[in-house]
């Protein structure tokens, strides 16, 4: 009975590392595809993390995160109201982004405004907060915004290129063109094979009457992936415009 006993014992602790090796190693990819902006594989190895240990709130702030970017309200929405600490700066920069993706501006507004002086790297959710302030009609302070944004050093090529886009719409909408194409060509100075930065500046060619250049910058996107279907679109209507 005695040796009956040890071998259980044994078959728990070995079953208990074998658990925690791969509760460490799912935790460890899942951040990872987080970190990488990947949706489907965060959720598909930190969301069973999150339903059997609730109450780790990094694990349930990157669930409603990977939530958010695939439009999965309900799911973000029952995380985030279960956070155990809810007022911590990730937490509130998560909740901003449930409320601007409702549509809840202000209420984004508010809770960004809480969360950017108390975040180590605020700067995305600066830009996030600069949205808002456009969406609300507010484009001089959104402008504000971004080029603090820019005039930082910590922030990825990615945000800088973002940040040049926002720019580069709300210049567009002050009927600017010309400085609109400036800021674009900026960003694709930063990422040429950006396919966001050259489909906007074929659309602004397009409002400025330059439709060969807006054609030749769709070719480009054709030329970076020759199945983008909006690209195709946009060629296929200007293909009797000169």
């Given at each position: 009975?005695?040796?009956i006993s040890s071998i259980l014992?044994?078959?728990?602790?070995?079953?208990?590392?074998?658990?925690?090796?791969?509760?460490?190693?799912?935790?460890?990819?899942?951040?990872?595809?987080?970190?990488?902006?990947?949706?489907?594989?965060?959720?598909?190895?930190?969301?069973?993390?999150?339903?059997?240990?609730?109450?780790?709130?990094?694990?349930?702030?990157?669930?409603?995160?990977?939530?958010?970017?695939?439009?999965?309200?309900?799911?973000?929405?029952?995380?985030?109201?279960?956070?155990?600490?809810?007022?911590?700066?990730?937490?509130?920069?998560?909740?901003?982004?449930?409320?601007?993706?409702?549509?809840?501006?202000?209420?984004?507004?508010?809770?960004?405004?809480?969360?950017?002086?108390?975040?180590?790297?605020?700067?995305?959710?600066?830009?996030?907060?600069?949205?808002?302030?456009?969406?609300?009609?507010?484009?001089?302070?959104?402008?504000?915004?971004?080029?603090?944004?820019?005039?930082?050093?910590?922030?990825?090529?990615?945000?800088?290129?973002?940040?040049?886009?926002?720019?580069?719409?709300?210049?567009?909408?002050?009927?600017?063109?010309?400085?609109?194409?400036?800021?674009?060509?900026?960003?694709?100075?930063?990422?040429?094979?950006?396919?966001?930065?050259?489909?906007?500046?074929?659309?602004?060619?397009?409002?400025?009457?330059?439709?060969?250049?807006?054609?030749?910058?769709?070719?480009?996107?054709?030329?970076?992936?020759?199945?983008h279907a909006e690209a195709r679109?946009?060629?296929?209507?200007?293909?009797?415009?000169?």
């Amino acid at each position: 009975m005695k040796f009956i006993s040890s071998i259980l014992l044994l078959l728990l602790v070995l079953i208990s590392w074998s658990w925690g090796d791969n509760f460490n190693n799912s935790r460890r990819q899942g951040f990872q595809h987080y970190a990488a902006w990947n949706a489907d594989s965060t959720l598909f190895y930190l969301l069973p993390l999150y339903r059997a240990h609730p109450e780790e709130d990094s694990v349930a702030i990157a669930v409603a995160e990977a939530s958010l970017w695939k439009k999965d309200f309900r799911t973000a929405t029952q995380v985030i109201s279960n956070l155990r600490h809810s007022e911590r700066p990730e937490a509130l920069r998560v909740k901003g982004l449930l409320f601007e993706q409702a549509g809840r501006l202000n209420e984004a507004l508010q809770v960004y405004d809480k969360a950017i002086p108390r975040l180590s790297q605020p700067w995305g959710t600066m830009e996030r907060r600069a949205q808002v302030l456009a969406w609300l009609g507010r484009v001089p302070e959104a402008k504000a915004q971004v080029q603090k944004v820019l005039g930082a050093k910590e922030p990825s090529k990615g945000l800088r290129v973002r940040c040049l886009l926002d720019l580069a719409l709300w210049t567009a909408w002050d009927k600017d063109l010309s400085g609109s194409i400036k800021l674009l060509e900026q960003a694709l100075a930063l990422d040429g094979k950006s396919i966001e930065a050259l489909l906007q500046l074929g659309q602004v060619y397009e409002w400025q009457g330059d439709f060969p250049q807006a054609k030749k910058t769709y070719g480009r996107v054709l030329n970076l992936n020759d199945r983008h279907a909006e690209a195709r679109l946009r060629l296929d209507k200007l293909q009797w415009v000169k």
